[in-house]
């Protein structure tokens, strides 16, 4: 079957982890496919450093990158790629400059084969795409941000937190329109699910309240893939664990087999559902390197749109990052076709008939090249398992000090947090949002007054998100700020649907999209009530509100 031939997917789950290179992660799997651009450990490459020590690349099993958080801002990668890729480690360096041979050395180190458990089977067992760059020579939000729209509105540093250079009240002003508007345009079916801190939220077109009812949390995925597959969102993105002890998203320093158990996790999920699985295709893939080395130089991009480039002019793509397409309808072996994060979106616009998403979007290359199987193939990986010794840390004190690190990435999503907690008021009538600020004012002083007198402990917090675990208070309130945002803009979400299913002039398309989002965020699907839904949607709404 070719990517132009019928598409036998119905379902995509689309997961983004962040900072690692595809020597890193992927290169040990030439071992496999000896026509895989990856490490020839026979004939391994090498960087030197500021004083012209050269670090080779070499195996390594080191689980977690304590104190010294590799660079990916424009002009370190620009750094890194000098000389034909030879600078990663001498950038490194010189950043760094108390670090260690050792730290040097996991610059260019890679992981061997079948170290890890989710990454490497999936990998035997599915496309391993070895041309796949990240979208820009740059940092993590940049690259999230052309994954999910074609652009990055001409951004290319992290937002403002003391060591970046990008303005934070501009930045959290994404105004494109992205994959999700235009998934609105067509009625498809999407969610966002999420553990922490939705990222997303960063476009200012997620945070309305239509499309911010479509955000669940991580456990929601798992009860969605063991129900009906025709009622699984047709695509859904899968933000993973940003900040806490629980961070799974590969971003050192924490632990990298906390994010192979969420790749595991959600691959048992697609599997455990025959029907959904023989209709899913599953991404996995890495906004970008994370100043880690990898030896193939990007090629020259087309620049997504007309935003002015002041930070960077958008013509090259950046570092090879690890990517997988995992479904039965996909041969197992290297795809070698030339990807960047925005294929993804070229293929979504192909199959549902989207409105455009930029230049970039329009010249990508769709990963639906992908889909040659004729029918389902029977995959051996039927479930991966992760070992007691792969799930706990090795070293505890290791882990309790990468807690204690806070990354750039972290301080720009608690600022976003922070921006989140004053967006739930800022469409609302001044005397309104006084009152609510007054209203949970009281509320907090009576709470405190209420544990005092009856002996309750405080000082210690718990996050409304996750009431069963103890955090420390920055997590807690970054969590929170996320929550009450979603919570409020949930219950605007129900009043703007109110409205807009009685406006007389909406196309089948829009009202079907409309009951269905109702239908999230109340658990009935008037959607489906032919003939009826529309009317008992109107009387559900005015029902409720009244009470």
């Given at each position: 079957m070719s990517g132009a031939a019928r598409d036998p997917i119905r379902h995509v789950v689309h997961l983004i982890l962040e900072n690692r290179s595809f020597d890193q992660m992927l290169g040990c799997l030439q071992a496999v496919y000896p026509q895989l651009d990856g490490v020839d450990p026979n004939n391994p490459r090498s960087n030197a450093d500021a004083r012209g020590t050269v670090f080779a690349q070499t195996p390594m099993t080191e689980r977690q990158m304590l104190k010294w958080d590799p660079h990916h801002e424009v002009d370190h990668v620009a750094k890194q790629l000098a000389d034909h890729n030879a600078g990663f480690v001498r950038d490194f360096s010189e950043a760094y400059p108390d670090s260690t041979d050792t730290a040097r050395g996991y610059i260019m180190g890679y992981y061997p084969l079948d170290f890890l458990p989710a990454l490497h089977p999936l990998a035997r067992n599915f496309a391993i795409c070895d041309r796949w760059f990240s979208s820009l020579p740059g940092p993590t939000w940049p690259n999230r941000f052309f994954a999910l729209s074609g652009t990055s509105n001409g951004r290319v540093n992290m937002p403002d937190d003391g060591t970046h250079k990008a303005d934070l009240a501009g930045y959290f002003q994404q105004t494109q329109n992205t994959l999700f508007d235009r998934l609105n345009d067509a009625a498809v079916h999407w969610k966002v699910y999420f553990h922490d801190i939705p990222q997303t939220t960063v476009f200012a077109h997620q945070r309305q309240p239509h499309n911010v009812a479509r955000y669940f949390y991580i456990d929601q995925f798992f009860r969605?893939?063991?129900?009906?597959?025709?009622?699984?969102?047709?695509?859904?993105?899968?933000?993973?664990?940003?900040?806490?002890?629980?961070?799974n998203d590969a971003h050192p320093p924490h632990d990298i087999m906390r994010a192979e158990k969420l790749i595991a996790d959600l691959y048992n999920a697609l599997r455990a559902n025959e029907a959904?699985?023989?209709?899913?295709?599953?991404?996995?893939?890495?906004?970008?390197?994370?100043?880690?080395?990898?030896?193939?130089?990007?090629?020259?991009?087309?620049?997504?749109?007309?935003?002015?480039?002041?930070?960077?002019?958008?013509?090259?793509l950046g570092v090879r990052v690890p990517a997988l397409l995992i479904s039965p309808w996909v041969s197992a072996g290297v795809e070698h076709t030339q990807f960047d994060h925005t294929s993804v979106l070229r293929y979504l616009t192909d199959k549902w008939k989207l409105g455009p998403l930029g230049r970039r979007t329009a010249n990508a290359t769709s990963i639906g090249?992908?889909?040659?199987?004729?029918?389902?193939?029977?995959?051996?990986?039927?479930?991966?398992?992760?070992?007691?010794?792969?799930?706990?840390?090795?070293?505890?004190?290791?882990?309790?000090?990468?807690?204690?690190?806070?990354?750039?990435?972290?301080?720009?999503?608690?600022?976003?947090?922070?921006?989140?907690?004053?967006?739930?008021?800022?469409?609302?009538?001044?005397y309104m949002a006084a009152l609510a600020r007054i209203a949970e004012a009281l509320k907090s002083g009576f709470q405190t007054v209420l544990e005092w007198a009856l002996g309750e402990p405080t000082g210690f917090p718990v996050s409304l998100a996750e009431p069963d675990k103890l955090s420390d208070q920055e997590t807690v309130q970054a969590k929170d700020a996320a929550a009450k945002f979603?919570?409020?803009?949930?219950?605007?979400?129900?009043?703007?649907?109110e409205d807009w299913i009685r406006a007389p002039n909406l196309s089948p398309d829009q009202r079907r999209q409309s009951l269905q989002t109702l239908a999230l965020i109340s658990g009935r699907n008037f959607h489906k009530e032919d003939g009826e839904g529309l009317a008992n949607a109107q009387a559900w709404l005015a029902k409720n509100r009244k009470s």
């Open positions: 969605d893939a063991a129900g009906i597959e025709s009622n699984f969102p047709q695509y859904c993105l899968i933000e993973p664990q940003f900040m806490g002890y629980g961070q959904l699985w023989h209709s899913t295709l599953f991404i996995v893939m890495y906004d970008e390197h994370g100043g880690f080395y990898d030896h193939v130089e990007p090629p020259p991009a087309v620049p997504p749109d007309d935003a002015n480039p002041k930070e960077y002019s958008f013509d090259r090249v992908v889909l040659k199987e004729p029918a389902p193939r029977i995959v051996p990986l039927s479930r991966i398992e992760l070992s007691a010794g792969d799930l706990n840390p090795p070293d505890p004190h290791k882990e309790e000090e990468a807690f204690g690190a806070v990354t750039s990435h972290q301080a720009a999503l608690q600022k976003l947090a922070g921006y989140l907690e004053g967006e739930a008021f800022r469409n609302v009538p001044i979603i919570m409020r803009a949930k219950r605007y979400a129900a009043l703007g649907l």
